[in-house]
C-alpha cells in the first residue's frame, strides 16, 4: 500500500476565508511533504517535516501554515490566499532516512484549490 | 535557473514501439534521479528510480539509464501502451528521499501513444 490520502479533492474560498487542507498516510513513513503544482508547471516544494518537525520552509508566504499533529498526518491551514495561489497543492511523504532503494516520495492525487 | 531540464514538451509514438524520455540536469550534487507519471487531476504516480552508483535500472517495461558524465538520463518504455499517454515528470535530488531531502522537478514531457 503505497496511499497518500488528500481531502478535499476541491476547494473554493474567498481572500478573506480560513480553510484547512489534509493529508494522511498510513505507511509509516516519517517525512511529509507539501508541493504546489500550478497549470503546465513542474510541482514545487513548499515545506518539508521530518519526524514532525518542519525540517524545510521554501520561503512561503505566512498565509501558509502548515502543522504535523502526527506522524500520519500533515496539514495545510490557509488564510487570506490571493487568487494567484490557486493552483494543484500535493501531498507526499517517504520513509525518511537510510539508504534503501525504495526510499522514494509517494503523492497523494492533490486538493484543487481555487482562491475567488 | 532550471537544474533538472526536458527540453521535449511532447512525444508522439506508435503502440508497440519504444518510447524516449529524456532528461538532462546541471547540478553535479544530484545523485538520486526518479519518474514520475502524471494523468490530469491526479498527483504524480512513482515510476521507477536510479541512484548515481548505477547506470541502469529496470522495471517491467520501464528501464532507465543515467549516464553521469554528461548529466542525462533516459526513460525507456517498451512495448508502449495507450495506456501509457501521460505527461512524464524527471525529478531529481542530492541524496535518497526522506528527511530533510528536496526533489527538483523537469517541466515534465507529454506523451501520446497512438492505437
Known amino acids: 500500500d503505497t496511499e497518500v490520502t488528500q481531502t478535499p479533492k476541491h476547494l473554493v474560498m474567498g481572500m478573506t476565508n480560513k480553510k484547512s487542507l489534509k493529508c494522511e498516510q498510513h505507511?509509516?513513513?516519517?517525512?511529509m511533504y507539501w508541493y504546489k503544482q500550478k497549470a503546465k508547471k513542474p510541482p514545487e516544494l513548499m515545506f518539508v517535516?521530518?519526524?514532525?518537525?518542519?525540517?524545510i520552509n521554501e520561503s512561503v508566504p505566512s498565509r501558509f501554515s502548515p502543522e504535523c499533529p502526527n506522524s500520519s498526518l500533515l496539514n495545510l491551514h490557509l488564510h487570506a490566499l490571493q487568487p494567484e495561489d490557486s493552483a494543484l497543492y500535493l501531498c507526499?511523504?517517504?520513509?525518511?532516512?537510510?539508504?534503501?532503494?525504495?526510499?522514494?516520495?509517494?503523492f497523494g492525487e492533490g486538493s484543487w484549490l481555487t482562491v475567488v | 535557473d532550471q537544474q533538472v531540464k526536458q527540453n521535449s514538451p511532447s512525444l508522439s509514438v506508435q503502440e508497440g514501439r519504444i518510447s524516449i524520455l529524456n532528461c538532462d540536469y546541471t547540478n553535479s550534487m544530484f545523485d538520486y534521479f526518479l519518474w514520475y507519471k502524471k494523468y490530469p487531476a491526479e498527483g504524480p504516480t512513482f515510476l521507477i528510480s536510479?541512484?548515481?552508483?548505477?547506470d541502469k535500472n529496470e522495471d517491467g517495461r520501464f528501464t532507465v539509464f543515467l549516464n553521469k558524465s554528461a548529466k542525462h538520463l533516459s526513460l525507456h518504455i517498451v512495448p508502449s501502451q495507450p495506456g501509457d499517454s501521460a505527461v512524464y515528470f524527471c525529478a531529481a535530488s542530492s541524496f535518497l528521499p526522506g528527511a530533510n531531502s528536496k526533489l527538483t522537478f523537469g517541466k515534465g514531457i507529454t506523451l501520446s501513444v497512438r492505437p
Open positions: 505507511m509509516g513513513h516519517r517525512a
Open positions: 507526499a511523504s517517504s520513509q525518511g532516512g537510510g539508504r534503501s532503494s525504495r526510499n522514494t516520495i509517494y
Open positions: 536510479i541512484s548515481s552508483i548505477k
Open positions: 517535516y521530518s519526524y514532525e518537525k518542519l525540517s
